[in-house]
T-cell receptor
Framework: AQKVTQAQTEISVVEKEDVTLDCVYE???????LFWYKQPPSGELVFLIR??????QNEISGRYSWNFQKSTSSFNFTITASQVVDSAVYFC????????????FGDGTTLTVKP | EAQVTQNPRYLITVTGKKLTVTCSQN?????MSWYRQDPGLGLRQIYY???????DKGDVPEGYKVSRKEKRNFPLILESPSPNQTSLYFC???????????FGEGSWLTVV
């Protein structure tokens, strides 16, 4: 059974600090997909990144970076030089290729960036 | 503009009164899904559809029905709503299952 754990329920940082959001997943599949989504206070869900299990390269997009490590079943998300606009709930999600219709989300991490 | 549209966005209804939340996507996506979001529980999948006339249960399907008669539409039906179905509901679609999921804006449903 697939499972996603975001152990950090809430994180609070001061603007310009770096912050890492943890995501640990469980799956028996060798082919799977991992995602991160952002939910700002306005409520919509914004896609951030999709990574398949065969691509372990880390990804950087502006101030955002993702560290995918199959050895530890983790897909962590780092925001560099955080800004107030980064305040949101962030969700990590998993979908297995053998049952791609099912997707499992973590409980989310609420990030508050204070000015 | 590519989008997933769900209606109504906000609804207060009474226990037992059947309601339908509509969902439509204009991206010709094969895959569509419904989720509910409750405080502290993240998003939980209710039902999903891999293609027209193909639907399957997610993690929390009890009390809900869906249908997929057309590719673009995937309505969520609450035959007899109960207060524990008060939640924020999201419809979503992707080109195929496993691809990037695009979400609608969400529907706040309150059952009293």
């Amino acid at each position: 059974a697939q499972k996603v754990t975001q152990a950090q329920t809430e994180i609070s940082v001061v603007e310009k600090e770096d912050v890492t959001l943890d995501c640990v997943y469980e799956t028996r599949d060798t082919t799977y997909y991992l995602f991160w989504y952002k939910q700002p206070p306005s409520g919509e869900l914004v896609f951030l990144i999709r990574r398949n299990s065969f691509d372990e390269q880390n990804e950087i997009s502006g101030r955002y970076s993702w560290n995918f490590q199959k050895s530890t079943s983790s897909f962590n998300f780092t925001i560099t030089a955080s800004q107030v606009v980064d305040s949101a709930v962030y969700f990590c999600a998993l979908s297995e290729a053998s049952n791609a219709g099912k997707s499992t989300f973590g409980d989310g991490t609420t990030l508050t960036v204070k000015p | 503009e590519a989008q997933v549209t769900q209606n109504p966005r906000y609804l207060i209804t009474v226990t037992g009164k059947k309601l339908t939340v509509t969902c439509s996507q204009n991206m010709n996506h094969e895959y569509m899904s419904w989720y509910r979001q409750d405080p502290g529980l993240g998003l939980r999948q209710i039902y999903y559809s891999m293609n027209v006339e193909v639907t399957d249960k997610g993690d929390v399907p009890e009390g809900y029905k869906v249908s997929r008669k057309e590719k673009r539409n995937f309505p969520l039906i609450l035959e007899s709503p109960s207060p524990n179905q008060t939640s924020l509901y999201f419809c979503a679609s992707s080109l195929v299952a496993g691809n990037t999921i695009y979400f609608g804006e969400g529907s706040w449903l309150t059952v009293v």
